[in-house]
């Protein structure tokens, strides 16, 4: 019942900026973190960013100066802003929820499909 959609991925030279979105929709009545994790061939998936409802964000030292973690909560949507990127940026973009679809519940997890970024030199 709930499905989070992002958009935004592509390919970029080195250097260059890209802006990933994801929207939440569904039978949703809360959303807590938001956040955004990247998967490259061979690796772990790992954290990029997130952030709270409240809009605090949270960044990895990769993502530090560079990316910007945004959300809109009337929209259900997160954003990352991603500047000066870099060929290690390559990766599959996940976007992550903790969301509440019922009052007698707790959060659970909720994945987007993902979204490629390719940076290339």
């Known amino acids: 019942q709930v499905q989070l959609v992002e958009s935004g991925g592509g390919l970029v030279q080195a250097g260059g900026s890209l802006r990933l979105s994801c929207a939440a929709s569904?039978?949703?009545?809360?959303?807590?973190?938001m956040g955004w994790y990247r998967q490259a061939p061979g690796k772990q998936r790992e954290l990029v960013a997130n952030i709270l409802s409240s809009g605090s964000p949270n960044y990895a030292d990769s993502a530090k100066g560079r990316f910007t973690i945004s959300r809109d909560n009337a929209k259900n949507t997160v954003y990352l802003q991603m500047n000066s990127l870099k060929p290690e940026d390559t990766a599959v973009y996940y976007c992550?929820?903790?969301?509440?679809?019922?009052?007698?519940?707790?959060?659970?997890?909720?994945w987007g499909q993902g979204t490629q970024v390719t940076v290339s030199s």
């Open positions: 569904g039978s949703i009545l809360y959303i807590d973190v």
């Open positions: 992550s929820a903790n969301i509440r679809t019922n009052w007698g519940s707790p959060t659970s997890v909720y």
